[in-house]
């Protein structure tokens, strides 16, 4: 399972930016819809890692978003983000903790129960499948920081030639010219110039490594720890 915290940045400083970005996710599949869960913060689960992606890359090009992605097995759902536990909502936490202090905004961390397994569990096994875990997760965490390098630069006029691009695949770039009103060159310029190609393939990995991610996580792991640390911070 996937959990997403977002942060607001400088929400104090700007106004409430919470309803667009709800509004902007609304399509995405989700388990369990993004809300607002206190202040300016949203959250949801997911279990497709290309909708994490998607999604990500939808707050990342709103630019006002910090964000973390937890992704563990030990999980309790409720009817809503709010009200569910476990694992991986302590690692969205902290994932969005340290995204703060990062410029690119953005952290994946594993349930911090798969971390105590690999560290305390008598089987090899088990102790493997945390660490590559959590080694995964940095993988994806790398793939996402550099993605949010060239997404950051795109401009209003490159999203409008991406977007369009994106919906009519075996479109050529004359007809999506035409379907724009502007030259066939300026379409040419601006996938090359945001590296269009590029960066899909970046999203499309990013996936990947988010789904091997939770392939590796234990599934046995015990919720203990989650239930302790969840109570110590309602505290």
Excluded: N, Y
């Amino acid at each position: 399972m996937f959990v997403m915290t977002v942060d607001q940045v400088d929400s104090r400083a700007h106004a409430d930016a919470v309803p667009a970005l709800l509004a902007t996710l609304q399509g995405v599949p989700v388990r369990l819809p993004f809300e607002r869960t206190a202040g300016d913060e949203v959250q949801a689960v997911l279990e497709d890692p290309r909708a994490v992606v998607d999604a990500w890359e939808a707050i990342v090009r709103d630019g006002r978003w910090r964000v973390g992605i937890g992704i563990g097995h030990d999980v309790e759902l409720a009817d809503s983000s709010r009200a569910s536990r476990g694992g991986p909502f302590l690692g969205a936490r902290d994932a969005v903790d340290e995204a703060k202090g990062h410029p690119d905004r953005v952290a994946v961390r594993v349930s911090p129960s798969v971390d105590d397994a690999s560290q305390s569990s008598q089987s090899s096994q088990s102790e493997s499948r945390g660490s590559d875990a959590s080694a995964a997760a940095r993988d994806a965490q790398t793939v996402l920081r550099l993605l949010s390098i060239v997404i950051d630069e795109r401009t209003d006029a490159g999203w409008r030639v991406i977007d369009a691009a994106r919906a009519a695949p075996d479109a050529t770039q004359a007809q999506l010219a035409d379907q724009l009103g502007i030259t066939r060159q300026a379409v040419s310029k601006a996938l090359r110039t945001h590296d269009a190609v590029t960066v899909d393939e970046g999203l499309r990995t990013a996936a990947r490594l988010l789904a091997r991610t939770l392939e590796l996580c234990p599934t046995g792991v015990s919720m203990t720890a989650a239930t302790t640390r969840g109570a110590e911070e309602e505290l």
